[in-house]
């Protein structure tokens, strides 16, 4: 039996995080996805911090730029500065294609930055050449 490998979605649109969900369901590997609606939240979880004190430490993070409370960038800040979170995979899943949030997003440690496509097909095409990659193609910690 394959393990289960868990990822951490920060994203505010219930609609691309539902999007998100099913791809992941239809795809190759077995995932547990947990979604947290801002950035304060994804923090919070992280650390485990109430009400996540039993939260299980991600294999990867899917992460929105554009987050109320704390903005991704503030997220993959704290990420990547924490020692103990900072091996983590953050993968930035994000609307904006600018030039400026992709060199940004990858100057704060971002592994990955993804644009998320408009269309149903190509979303889930997308999230799942992003699963298949962290978690058939590349060891993780």
Not at 56 to 78: A, M, W
Not at 79 to 98: C, G, M, Y
């Amino acid at each position: 039996m394959s393990p289960v490998l868990h990822i951490l979605l920060v994203e505010d649109n219930p609609g691309d995080a539902d999007l998100t969900r099913d791809a992941l369901e239809s795809g190759k590997v077995l995932v547990r996805l947990t979604v947290v609606a801002d950035g304060e939240q994804a923090l919070a979880y992280l650390r485990r911090q109430p009400p996540h004190e039993q939260a299980e430490r991600p294999d990867l993070i899917l992460l929105d730029l554009n987050l109320p409370r704390l903005s991704g960038r503030e997220v993959l800040t704290e990420v990547k500065s924490d020692e103990s979170l900072r091996a983590i995979p953050v993968v930035v899943l994000t609307s904006s294609d600018a030039a400026n949030d992709i060199s940004k997003s990858y100057a704060l440690g971002a592994n990955c930055y993804v644009t998320k496509p408009v269309g149903l097909a190509e979303f889930q095409t997308i999230v799942q050449t992003v699963e298949n990659f962290w978690f058939m193609v590349v060891k993780l910690p």
